[in-house]
């Protein structure tokens, strides 16, 4: 059962959150225990409700009012859950893309991991927001096999459901043969196959390919390929496999690799947190031995820390 952490708060009262969420923003030291409580414990649906409330009560922009409030990372977490999931994406692909430096990571996250009806939507909110086409502007900020397989991503054409076992050896026969010659055409074939297959259809594809080569396809491309061209189709491959797995292994790498990777592990648990985070939460414990509530406890501090806790949801036994 995939299960997020965050659901719709029972008694719903936009009016009277956005009341509080005005008075806790106009105090001279802004209440943001009020925030924490108001924000993390609404579903993203309810949290435009209170915009909407917000914005007729005080004739001012929500967002803006945060933005103007707080600082940092706590108020990356505060903004970021005030998004639809949609513009959510479209906002971190906007700046991966053009920031100073191109983030590949955040392409990769998003790219890899989202449905054909949710890239639809953050490129319908991408321009909506930017006035920009996301396809071209990855066109222009990458470059390589990896901007090709971010471009066959960023289509949403995969297949939906459909599985064949008789094309999953011809295809698991390609891949391996991508995986020996590596030359452009074979990289071409390896990223159509991983791009456009169903889910259904690749998990058959991959232990077909395991049968031909004795080797998991993961380890197979690790060995033939390097770059940010590996590490997405690892992603591809992460994500058909078990999507809390991947993103729990991205967020021990953003909190361990980088001494906590702050727009990362911000990322994953407001994108996820409605879909997957319980799952995600599981998997962490499961893979790395100490609760992800823990390992944030251990590397975050201050309201910032309670904010990601909160959206975590972590149990008394997490401590």
């Known amino acids: 059962q995939i299960q997020g952490t965050i659901f719709p708060a029972p008694n719903f009262n936009p009016i009277m959150d956005a009341q509080l969420l005005g008075g806790a923003l106009q105090r001279i030291s802004c209440e943001k225990d009020v925030l ?34 707080l600082s940092h990372h706590f108020k990356e977490v505060m903004v970021g859950l005030m998004y639809p999931p949609a513009s959510y994406d479209a906002h971190e692909l906007w700046h991966a893309l053009k920031g100073v430096d191109t983030e590949e990571k955040c392409l990769i996250d998003i790219l890899a991991s989202r449905s054909n009806m949710e890239i639809f939507q953050m490129k319908e909110a991408y321009l909506m927001e930017y006035n920009n ?19 066959n991503l ?18 698991a026969m390609i891949l391996w043969e991508a995986c020996q010659q590596k030359t452009g055409e074979h990289k071409n074939m390896l990223q159509m196959i991983l791009c456009n297959k169903s889910y259904q259809q690749l998990w058959m594809v991959f232990q077909e390919f395991q049968n031909i080569s ?44 980088f001494g906590f990777h702050n727009k990362t592990v911000i990322r994953i648990l407001i994108a996820r947190s409605e ?17 992800l509530f823990h390992d944030i ?17 972590g149990d008394a036994e997490d401590y």
């Open 133 to 151: 086409d996301l396809q071209q502007d990855i066109d222009s900020e990458t470059s390589g096999h990896f901007r090709d397989t971010l471009m």
């Open 36 to 69: 924490i409580d108001i924000l993390t414990q609404r579903c993203n649906s309810q949290r435009l409700m209170i915009a909407e409330a917000y914005r007729d009560m005080y004739g001012r922009d929500l967002i803006t009012d945060l933005k103007e409030n």
């Open 154 to 171: 960023a289509q949403g054409t995969r297949m939906e459901g459909y599985a064949d076992p008789s094309t999953a050896v011809q295809d």
């Open 297 to 313: 406890k251990h590397f975050a501090s201050g309201h910032y820390e309670s904010a990601l806790l909160a959206i975590c949801a």
């Open 214 to 257: 004795g080797q998991d396809i993961v380890d197979a491309i690790n060995e033939c390929y390097d770059g940010y061209f590996q590490e997405l189709l690892v992603a591809i491959v992460l994500c058909v496999r078990d999507k809390p797995s991947y993103f729990a292994y991205r967020l021990y790498n953003a909190i361990h690799d």
């Open 275 to 291: 879909i997957d985070l319980m799952n995600i939460r599981q998997r962490y414990k499961e893979r790395y031995g100490k609760s």
